[in-house]
Structure formats: C-alpha cells, structure tokens
C-alpha cells in the first residue's frame, strides 16, 4: 500500500519532465511585452497606459484568494489540513506557470512569440482558479501526481474552450459565471465521476472537522469573499464598468451571507448553525452576479441574485449532492455543484435577461462597449455616429440583444459539453495505475503523504464508520 | 433553555423581514452615481477623477480590517471561536448593507435617490466598525438576532449623529476619534449597562483563552495594525493630508506596540508577558491619533500620542474595566472603553490643541483646506485672495481657531450624549425576552449556537457554583 | 533561573530609554517630506509625481509580509508559538521607528533634517526585514531584549554599509539580493556563532512543531509568496523595469515551488513531504532572482534561476546547516545561510552575468537608465546624444560592463565582510549578563516570557532528549 503511493520517484520524475519542457517553450515562444521590454522606453507611467499599474493591483487581489483563500478553505478536514492547503500550492503554482504558455499561444501571441505581462498572470491566475475549483470535487481521495496531471490536461481544453468562446461565439462573461464556473464544476464533475469510490458513500471515518480546521477554514472564506469583488471587475472594461463590477459583487455577497445564516439555522434539526454553509454557501453571490456584473441590472437586482443563488446553493449541498452521489455515481466532495455550477446557472440566466433587456435609454451610446458584439459593422453609418461619441468604439457584429442572447446560451452548452468530456477524459488519465492514489482506507489522511509532527494520530479513525461518525459527517461532507 | 435559544425560527424570520424592507428600498430609492452609470460615459480612468480609483483600495484594506482583523481579534476565546468570528461576519455583511440606504438617506441623497459608488461602501464600512467596536462589549453574552437589532437600530441613531455632527457642528475629525471610536465606545457601554448580568462579576469558567485562540487573536490584531494607515487616511484630503494621516497613524502604532510590551512586562507579577496586552493595548495609538491625523503636528507629537494612548489604555484595562464592572454595573467585555473611549478623549484633546495652535506660517494657504470651516465666507475680501492660491478651495464660515476649538468640544459631548442614550434603548430592545439571549451558564460557549466537531468540548468547564454563588443568583432573581 | 530571565525592569527601562532617545531624535531632526507638508500645496495626485500613490501599495505589501508573512512562518515551534509571533512584532516596530532616524541621517539628509515620507518606511521596512532575516538564525535562543538589542546595532550598521555601497561602489540590486539578504544572512551568522550553545547541538525536545503550527507556518509562506514581488519591485525604476520585476519574481517563485516539492519527496525516506521544506525551500526562488530582477534577463532564466536557488536552498538545509553546527559553531536555527546566503549568492552571480551581458540591442538607450553607473559623464558627447532620447537621464560614469561587474564583487565581499564583523561584535553584546538569555534548558518555550492560556504543557519535554525526539527535530529545526 504505502509503497504504491510513495512519491520518492513518481513525483520528481514528473515535476522534472514538466520543468524540462516549460523551460524549453519559454526560452522558444516567452518573450516581454511592450510595457515590461525595456527597449521600447515605455516607461509611461499611468495606470490606465500601462498594464503594470492597471492591474497588477488586482492581480495580487487574486493572488491572495488563489493562495491564502483557497488554500484555507480546503483546509476544512481534521487530519487532512496539511494536504489541503499544501497540494492547493502545489497546483496553483504548476497551473499559472502552464497557463502562461498555453493561453500564451491561444491569446498573447504575436508572430509566434507569446508576448508577456501582468495581464497574462491575471488571466493564467483565472485558468488556475478552475483547477483549484474542480480540484475541489476531489479533494481528499487524490495524490499530488494526479491533481499535476489534472492540472497538466485542464490548462488546456480550458483554454481552447476559452479561445473558442470568445473567438467564435463572442459572449458577455465579466465575471467568468460561464466560462470559468460552469466550467471548472463540470470538468471536476466528469472527473470525480471516473474517480468514483463507492465505499466512501457510505462516508469516511476521518471526513471529519476539528475546531481549529473549520476556524481555518473561515479565514479561507472571509479572504475569498473580501477580495471577490476584485476577482469579478478585473477584466472588465475599466472606468464605471469596473465600478459597477465591485458594487454589485459586494452587494450580491452580503445578501447572499446573511441568507446563508438564515437558511442555516432554519434547517438545522436543533436550529443551530453548521459551520460548512457559513464557508461555502455565504460566498455563493459572487457566482451569481457573475455574468452581469458589469451591466447596469441596479444594485437591487444584485441584492436579489445573492440571494437566489445562495438559495439554490443551500438546498444543492442539502438534497443534490447526496442524490448525486448515491443514484448519479458523482461524489462531488466540496459540492462544486452547488457553489459554481447551479449559481453558473443562475448567473448565466440573469446574464441573458439583462442582455435583452438592455436599451441605449439606460446605458447611453457606451452600450456598444460592453455589448462590444452589438455595436454595428464598421460599414455601418450608425458606427460613424457612435464613433463621433465615442471615439475609442470599436466596430463589432450588429447583433441584437436577442441574436446576442442566443448566442450566450450556445457559449453555455458548448462550455458544459467541453468541460464534461475533457473532465471524463482527464478522469480515465488520473485513474492509471502508476498515478499513486490513495486507498478508500487512507483518503483524507496527511499521513500518507506527509511526514507528520509527533501530536497528529489519525490512526484510531478507522473505516468501517460507527453511527456516531456518520451523523459527524453528514453535517460535514458538504464544502468550498 | 436550549429552546429558548433555538435560531430555528427567530433567526430566519427576522433576516427575512430586513431582507424584503431592504430590496424595497434599494428597489426604490438607490441608483448609481455618475462614476458607476454607463449613461455618463464617464470611463475617465485618472484615479482622482474617478472615485473608483480613488477610493476601492483603501476600501479593500478597511474590508480586510473587518472581517479578517476584527474576526481574528474576537476569536480569543477558547470555546468561543466559532462565534466570535461568524458573529462578526454576519453583522457586518449586515451592516454594511443596511448602512448603504440609512447613510445613503443623510449623505448620498440627490432628488430622492442614493448614489451608490465605492465611496458609499466606504463610508458603510465605517459605520459598520462602530457597530463591531460596540459588539466588543457584549461579545461571548449575546446572540446572533440581539447582534442583528443591535446592528438595526445603531447604523441609524450613528448615521444621524454622524449626519448632524458635520453639517451642523461641523468638526475635523480625519480619523474618526470622535465620531467613529467615541460613538461606538459610549453606545456599546450603554448597551451592556442594560444587559448587566450579576454573576458574571465572579468571573466565567469558560472565559479563557486558548494557545491556538491567542495566536488567532494576535493574527487578528497584526491585520487591523497593518491595514490601519489606510483605515485613517482613506477620507481624507487627497495629496499631503492623506501622506501625513499614513505616516502619524504608523508613527502612533509603532510607538504604541512597543509601550504595550514594556508596560505588559513591568506590571506582571512574575515580569512576563500577556498576551491581553499585546493584543489589544498595541493598538491604541491608531485611535490617539485619530482627530489629529492629517494635521501639520510633526511626526514626533504622532509618537508622543502614541504613547500616551497606549498607557491610559493600558491602565484602563487593569483598573477602570473591573472598577466599571463591580460598581457601575458596566460589563466592558472585550474593554473598548480602553482601546476606543480613553484613546478617543486623548485623541480629541489633541486634536483640539493642534486646531487652536494651527497658523498660515506652518500650513501655508491650504490650512483652509484642511480646517475647511476656518476658510473665510464666500463675500469676504481674503477668500478671493486665497482663491488665486488655491483655485479649487471652497467659502467656509471664517471660524477662528479658538471658535473651531469649542465646536469640537461640543461635538465631544453631544456624540457622547447621543451614543450612551441611543445604546441604552438599544440594549432594553435586545433585552426582550423572544432574542434567544443565552443563559449565564452558557456564555462564551460556541455549543449553543453552532453543531460543533467530536473534538469540541466545553462540557467540564462549569461556572463556580458554591454556595454563596447560589444565594447571590437567587437574590438577583428576586430582585428581577 | 526565572529571576534572571524576569522582564519585570530589564524590558521597560530598555524600551523607556529608547522611546526618550527616539522622541529626542525625531523632536530636533524630523519633518515632512515636501510631498507631505502642507505648506508646498503640494496636492498633485498623479501617482508618479506623489510618493504616497506611488509607494503607498507596495509599502502596504511589504508590511503583511514582515508583520504576518514573517510572523506566522516564525512561529512553527509547537511551544514557542506566542514567542515567534509576538517577538517578531516587537523587533519589526522597533526596528522601523529606529532606521527611520538612522537610515535618515545617510539617505534622507537635507540640511541636518530627515525629510519623511512614505518612501522612507518603505526604506526602513526593508532594514527591518534585514533584521528580521538575522532573527532567524537564533530563534528560540534569544530573550526580547537580546532581539531590542540586536535591532539596536543591526540598524546602524546596515545603514552604514547601505549608504557606503550605494555611494562609493555604486550597484545594481534591485531586489536587495546583496544588501538586504546577504547582509542579513552573514549578519545573523555572526551573532549565533558568539551565542554558540554546544549542548543544543545534540538537538533539544522542544525543538518540535504541532499540526496547526506547522499549518501557520505555511500560512506565513503564503503571505510571503503572495507579495514578494511587490517587495522585488519596490524600489525599481518605474513602468518596464517594475514590470519585469514583477514578472521574474512570480515566475522565479513558481518554479522554486514545484522543483522543492519534487526534491521534498525524492530525498525523503518513505517518498513523503517535509513541511519544514514547503515552509522555506519554496520561497528560494525570491531571492534568486533578487540582483537581476529588474533586467532583461528574459523569463527563462528567471524560471532557471528559481529551479538553481531551490536546489542550493534545499541541499543546504539537508547538508550545510548540520554541517556548520557540528564542526563550525553556527547553529543557524532556521537555515537562514540557505534560503538568503546561498541564494543570494547565486542571484549576485547572476546578476553579475546580467550586467556583463547587457547590451544596447537588447536594453536600448533605456540600458543607462537601469545601469545608471553606465551612463557616460555630463562631460561626454554620447551624454548629448542619449539625453535627447530619453530627456530624465541623469549622467553616470561611464562604465563598462566589466567594469561594474568588478564593482558588483567588491560590494558582495565587503557587505559580507561588514555584516560578518558587525555580527559578531553583536553577539558579544548581546552576550552580557543582563540580558536575560534563557537557559538551555528553557530554550523554544513560551513559558520563560509569557503567561500561559490552561491548555499549554510544554512540562513534559525535557531534556535530555530521547532518540524519537531527536529524528522529530531533524526533520524540522531548519527554517525561514
């Protein structure tokens, strides 16, 4: 057993091969961008000229929830700490490294050459938060090795997809609801499903909190939720877009927080609060402004998307993971489904209605920079007219609101489809024998990867669970 | 009992309630202002121009403030970190919220509607400190729906002092000594005046702390030191008033954490350490130089304050908040009076010292910026002179220094008044019998509210129940 | 034994007698910066032209790193938690105050007054990491004065050297990599080589971290990961160099991080992870790229060099650190000479490359800006001719690249020379009786200097050690 999931040769083996090749495509295809090459004496210096001051503050926004906020949250079980913020670093750091070059040859390549800057962390940091997110549907019952491969192969069918979206099917997404959340879910989704343990649905001894690990977790959830709105507005257009994206991020949090309590207390057999809705299901209204974010829907409808949505997430981690995992073979550990995929769904919805709905009468001329897919042919008289109000308009596809519409819910099933198929795929990879997973017995455990200090003992946490352990579960198994 | 204290229905009724009360306000009175509408085309991206880039990352810092540092900070109890932290969570999401619209009414209120920007939220956030400062008083003795009254009904008695404050009285106050920390410190004692308990006095089995409880808490206390520069300068006037409030607010802290250790060690009997001090007096020389931030006092006047803060503050917590508590029935549980009523009065004198000391010769022109009510009226001769200066200064009211010297004293007194007033009616509110408020017995006790992990247990920490104890208690109770 | 480590007198007469140094000090030599006194009118908000909204972020970065990032990465002791902590928060407020005055009088002297601004707390925030770095070679040994007193005479000898390299052999080192982290290193060396305790060389039972500790320790990691590279960029030159800085730094980071997981596991016995590794050897990649973060070194290299300094770092703790405690007399207590000395090391090499190698294909004009040295004399034609492309230069000394290499060389050895002698003559201060230096016996236990919360045993771990406890520690007394 222990032999099996050793990481003395298959670990290094890996990394090294991995390092081998970054090395030999950045020397090849990285290169700087005309704001960090010194050759191009562009040391202008205002933020909105140069993308260093334009968003490296938001990049090291992100950097924290990436690092500091995931990397708490998954910390949540009682002996499996160690791994869950540990193997978060180990992925975040490989995926933006990977992401760097793979979105590199998709979006910031210029005559072969993948031109670097803050802009291309900012989005590598994007494509590494739908890793970390499907690595939680797994969490707990995968070695460091498959969660480098499952970041090794969703780096890229995420960025073609991405690629594609945009290129293609030219969607409004600010907020990533489709193409990072509903991604991300039904990638880990399809590979939880390949990776099915049917031991563990009748749960695990050691799938248990401690007092000290839901604290830590907490503080995994207060880094993600102060700095979401961050996360939600960095990409958008900058100025009132921007503005609106942080308004309404924050406004759908709040709402969706105080839900959370309510929905937590009223649920519960002694009315008491459980600790796994106040770390996930509070954060569920950042997902759902997602798609609209940075449109003019008024902040009271923000008010109204967190608190659907964190309804929806609420009954998901009550009745849907559970049905999902007896009748569906999907274990999905954190209930990814309930925090980015029924919330994706949601936000996608709102995202279409605000997208027929929106008039010149509300957004003025600038309605055709952020509906850019709106805006008329550079043919087109009225382009000339919009151009004379503002002059950085650019030409776009003339598409109405409701053409528009048609082709955001396109984005969201060809999304879904990719990110279903990819994840069964990169679920059939990570099963392989040499891939060192854990047994049933030793999920959820530092112990098999870690050298542990003298005052942990899992040891006496044996499966098969007594009833005890259960009902310690049920309120526990439901998390990120 | 533990019926008595179910969440099951109160709890979810009461956010229902406030949640329908606020989507129709938001639905019916806030907007966006001009930076945040699409209508404006206002993507002017010049962070002094755009309030956005102006002000979203000192509300970022203020965010981390709130909810990790305070969190953290009132995590120090040992079987109390669950609601210590949470608590706070939710009643700064609720907060915040709810201070959009009642603030919104008195400051952000054009023609009927709020406009709503990041500058909004900041100050919602200030309002939002004053209610937690308040939560230090009755922290381990309240339950989440008293937190929420008292939430409800402070953010409007502090939005209508703070409203009638500046526009009637008018003061500087760049750190908020007097409105912020002076409010929230006097309402929070009137609250737990009212919610005195007797047995309490005796002390609390459960009102311990932990080694894990104390380095959580001290965590919490280096994000509120770290962030504090913005806290205070982040509405000031831009340019050299914001640079000074950073530079005194650093100075005081600094000054004030070194104070804490000497004084912590030489009054401990044994010459040790605790771990009270350092999480709490450190701190005192952020508020002591609050009123005074932005003013030309030199960097050494921010040291000296510091200091001295930091040892009333200290000798409060070691001889005024058990004197308070024996004889005047007040239970300053966390001793805010120390940390933000003590402080506020040092800070506030300075202030006042550094307006009646404030000449042309040190501040140049634009001292009528700073101490806007001294600038000459609008028909006076000298205010067109200083117009030529200072092109964007607007028409005060020709105060002297002495004459702003006696406003501020009596905006001392009058937000003193209204704080103590307004938090004794607030506490005979939360003192109604339906607010699930726990028994004696179960104070500083996470298990009454929350299901808590198999690791937890409070159980054998008993309140000392001898004989004359009993006697006392049943004496209370007759007399109740 | 308590007696004489007591801090009942030593620590406040100390403290008091600094605090009348300090205040004396800023009352006769502080004042404002011009941007932040208020007589120049000097509100200009363009963030170039301003230091504060030029400086304030990357100083707000630095400072989670010292108070958080350090402070939680030094606590990894299972019973000197509080210490690590608490006495970091100390000795980084003490320090900042102190190089305020100190490196004001070398770097911020005009007419015999020190000039204050934000830029100089950034300046001091990086001597107190100089300090905070030497902390770590004799952490768990040393009392809070011992730490005051180091912070005492570290300060002016680092400034010293600062001032004399900076002016008299003039360097390339942006990212501080000899003056910063080589100083610190050898500094640190030099006084635990005078502390030598040859019984702690058999290890000691307290020399042990917990589960959560070790947790926090990572926390502190993260923190430090997530902002170095505003720590790396702080004092570059702005728009492309700050950018590259940005850029080298992320990706020599993330390179670190993979290669020190594959090297945790592949010289592990059973193939499993070593936190102490994950804790430290990742962040490697920092301070590698340090001396040539700000050139066009191109992202591979920067890549390369994470991977170089992983595996000097690594290698070091596993070989070196035993190494020179048994045989030299340095019991560098968390490995400080390998994550700083040796990396630092490399990075001045690879700076030295950079420098010899830079070219004007490759730089453009820009090269006399970021090798300002380079820039040829007022006097010389070519100075004309540069002038008009790019107008801000200001005239160098014409050097060649070799020759500023030979400078660069000259600066390493007499830095380390400086830091070493500094070092030692420290240690023997530090040394005297009164220094409350705990005994042997006392070392890495909260319980000499503070007041300890019920829960905390340290009792039972005694020495002489048993064999377990010796392989515990091996594992983990290298750190930082």
Redesign the interface.
């Known amino acids: 057993m ?1 032999k099996s999931t ?4 298959r ?2 083996v890996f ?2 091969v ?2 081998v090749v ?2 030999a495509l ?2 090849v295809f ?3 961008d005309e ?14 000229e ?4 334009r968003d ?2 938001y990049f ?2 992100v ?2 929830m990436i ?2 906020g995931f ?2 949250l998954l ?1 949540f079980f ?1 002996f499996y ?2 791994s869950g ?2 193997f978060n ?2 992925t975040a ?2 995926s ?2 990977w992401a760097i070059v793979i979105q590199g040859f998709f979006q910031f390549n210029y005559g072969g050459k993948i031109h ?3 802009i291309n ?1 900012l989005y590598a940091e994007f494509a590494c938060a739908v890793v970390l997110i499907s690595y939680g549907a797994v969490l707990g019952k995968t070695s ?1 090795v498959q969660l480098l491969v499952m970041a090794l192969l969703e780096i890229p069918i995420f960025s073609v997809t991405e690629w594609a979206v945009l290129k293609y099917i030219r969607i409004n997404d600010a907020g990533g609801s489709i193409l990072i959340h509903l991604f991300a879910c039904y990638f880990g989704l399809g590979v939880t499903f390949v990776l099915y343990r049917p031991s563990l649905n009748k749960g695990h001894a050691k799938e ?9 977790s ?2 995994g959830t ?2 993600l ?3 979401w ?2 996360f939600n507005s960095a990409l958008t ?8 994206a ?2 309404h991020t ?2 759908g ?3 969706s ?3 959370a ?3 937590s ?2 649920f ?1 057999k ?6 796994a809705d ?1 770390q996930n299901v ?1 954060l569920a209204g950042g997902v759902t402004v997602g798609a609209s974010v940075d449109m ?1 829907i ?3 409808a923000a ?2 998307l967190g ?1 659907m949505g964190c309804t929806a997430c609420f009954f998901g981690y009550k009745y849907l993971t559970p049905f999902m995992a007896q009748r569906l073979r999907i274990q999905d550990q954190c209930g990814i489904h309930n925090l980015h995929g029924l919330t994706g769904l949601i936000s996608s919805i709102a995202g279409i209605c605000a997208i027929i709905l929106a008039t010149e009468e ?6 055709y ?2 509906f850019s897919h709106r805006a008329p042919p550079v043919d087109d008289p009225k382009f000339l007219e919009l151009q004379k ?2 002059p950085e308009l650019k030409p776009g596809l003339g598409r109405t609101g409701q053409e528009q519409a048609l082709y955001q819910v396109a984005a969201i099933f060809s999304t879904i489809a990719a990110a279903s198929i990819g994840g069964l795929l990169t679920g059939f990879v990570m099963k392989l024998s040499f891939m060192a997973s854990p047994s049933d017995e030793d999920c959820f455990d530092d112990e ?9 003992s899992s040891a006496e946490f044996k499966m098969p669970m007594n009833h ?1 352990d259960k009902e ?1 579960m049920s ?2 198994n439901t998390k990120v």
């Open positions: 222990n050793s990481l003395k040769v670990l290094p990394v090294l991995l390092e970054i090395i950045y020397a990285v290169t700087y704001n960090a090459d010194a050759k191009f004496q562009n040391n202008e210096t205002n933020p909105m140069n993308s260093v001051y490296y503050p090291a926004d950097q924290v690092f500091i990397g708490c910390a009682r700490g160690f913020m540990v670093f180990l750091t490989f933006i490294q670097l800057g803050v962390l460091p248990i909190t401690s007092y000290s690990s839901d604290i830590l907490v503080m207060l880094f939720w102060v700095f709105p961050s257009i900058k100025g009132d877009d921007q503005h609106r942080i308004l924050f406004i949090l709040s709402s927080t105080i839900t309590f309510a929905l207390a009223v519960n002694r009315g008491k609060l459980t600790m106040i509070t003019m008024s902040p009271v008010y109204a608190v509300t957004y003025g001329p600038s309605m920079q952020i109000l503002i098999l990867f870690f050298d542990m200090p003298a005052d942990f005890e310690q309120s526990e």
